[in-house]
């Protein structure tokens, strides 16, 4: 495993979190409270197999004063399936994965989004809505995958490969969107590759996400960048085929950005979405998701006849995203993503030449 430390400085110090804590308690009241869980009983209920009452009393203050500042601000909150069960469930207007997020933020009809999710989702957001105000609620919510490409680096793969379209994974920044021809997600990366002309394709950045489609592609010739995501490139094969010895009727579900390996021993593999329908319609008494931790956590109460077993990493990025900061960021107005209008125009050829793709091959 390589762990790469975030190239974005995190927005917070120390001192400005505490300044953000004690102008907060200034405004809102916000002390644990049974009172305000009894009140949002009915949001509880959505995640009470995994977050205590004690947990929700400290919660609910924050959450009720997130959705009515939400009210007043015009804003709706779009946050993706690693958010935590309170974020989730508790002030999410829409929850997602990377394709379904984008899509919805050609759709929102409020003046203002607040991402719950990394900076590159924001950015896709307001690459989308160049008139809205998008907000960040931490800054510092990087991606290594972002993190490992740049412009010049397409340049790069351009040259290795003369002719081939470039199809950039949307965990990229909008300056590596606009050099590329076509975005992807993992929901649709296989079908996007497949409607390409040509016998080459470059896949950037993720190279598991790549050789895992290559797999699916084997009618493409597939070059691919060396980034990784520091989540799930921590699995491996001996871990799962271990865990299968011991639990030989478990289910096992790995994000396309595992290893190869690692996918190729799971019983599933898809985007997070996918790995939620999944789930949902198989019902499979023990499940193994082999992605982030919030997965699990999101949908424990809805399916309480799956057992969730196995080891889960956490995405340090995501988990910057707290409902504090989620309140801060709605009081006051802060922090908005802004993309230099030039590049904005390129990169959303790309984020909707992949919406169109996507939504031609599902039909
Ligand atoms: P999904 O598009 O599957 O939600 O993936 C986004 C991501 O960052 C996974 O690590
Ligand atoms: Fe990036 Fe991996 Fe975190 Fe997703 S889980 S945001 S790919 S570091």
Same mark, same amino acid.
């Given at each position: 495993m390589s762990l790469r430390m975030n190239a974005t400085a995190p927005s917070f110090t120390p001192a400005a979190l505490a300044r953000m804590r004690a102008d907060l308690a200034a405004s809102y009241d916000l002390a644990p409270s049974l009172a305000a869980a009894e009140a949002t009983r009915d949001i509880h209920a959505r995640m009470d197999r995994v977050v205590p009452l004690a947990d929700w009393a400290r919660?609910?203050?924050?959450?009720?004063?997130?959705?009515?500042?939400?009210?007043?601000?015009?804003?709706?909150?779009? %946050?993706?399936?690693?958010?935590? #069960? $309170?974020?989730?469930? =508790?002030?999410?207007?829409?929850?997602?994965?990377?394709?379904?997020?984008?899509?919805?933020?050609?759709?929102?009809?409020?003046?203002?989004?607040?991402?719950?999710?990394?900076?590159?989702?924001?950015?896709?957001?307001?690459?989308?809505?160049? %008139?809205?105000?998008?907000?960040? #609620? $931490?800054?510092?919510? =990087?991606?290594?995958?972002a993190e490992s490409i740049t412009p010049e680096g397409i340049a790069a793969m351009r040259a290795k490969y003369p002719g081939a379209p470039v199809v950039s994974y949307v965990n990229t920044t909008a300056e590596v969107k606009a050099a590329s021809d076509v975005c992807c997600t993992s929901s649709n990366a296989a079908q996007i590759v497949a409607a390409l002309d040509g016998d080459t394709v470059i896949m950037t950045p993720d190279q598991y996400l790549a050789q895992n489609v290559a797999r699916q592609v084997p009618g493409k010739r597939i070059g691919w960048g060396e980034g990784s995501c520091i989540v799930h490139e921590r699995f491996t094969a001996q871990d799962l085929r271990e865990f299968r010895a011991f639990q030989p009727d478990v289910q096992i579900i790995a994000h396309p950005e595992?290893?190869?390996?690692?996918?190729?021993?799971?019983?599933?593999?898809?985007?997070?979405?996918?790995?939620?329908?999944?789930?949902?319609?198989?019902?499979p008494a023990k499940a193994m998701l082999v992605t982030e931790c919030s997965m699990a956590s999101n949908i424990a109460d809805a399916l309480p006849e799956v057992d969730f077993v196995g080891p889960c990493n956490m995405c340090p990025y995501m988990k910057m995203i707290t409902l504090e900061k989620v309140l801060w960021s709605l009081h006051t107005m802060t922090t908005p993503v802004e993309v230099d209008p030039a590049i904005a125009a390129r990169a959303r050829i790309a984020v909707e030449r992949m919406i169109e793709l996507s939504r031609k091959a599902a039909a």
């Open positions: 919660h609910a203050p924050y959450v009720l004063a997130i959705n009515r500042l939400k009210a007043e601000r015009n804003a709706a909150i779009l %946050a993706h399936n690693y958010m935590t #069960p $309170d974020i989730y469930h =508790g002030i999410a207007d829409v929850v997602g994965d990377s394709l379904q997020l984008a899509i919805a933020a050609t759709k929102v009809d409020a003046e203002v989004i607040v991402q719950c999710g990394v900076h590159f989702m924001a950015e896709t957001s307001k690459i989308l809505n160049p %008139a809205k105000t998008v907000l960040m #609620p $931490d800054m510092g919510a =990087g991606c290594s995958l595992c290893p190869p390996d690692v996918a190729a021993e799971a019983d599933f593999s898809g985007s997070t979405a996918g790995i939620i329908a999944f789930v949902e319609r198989e019902r």
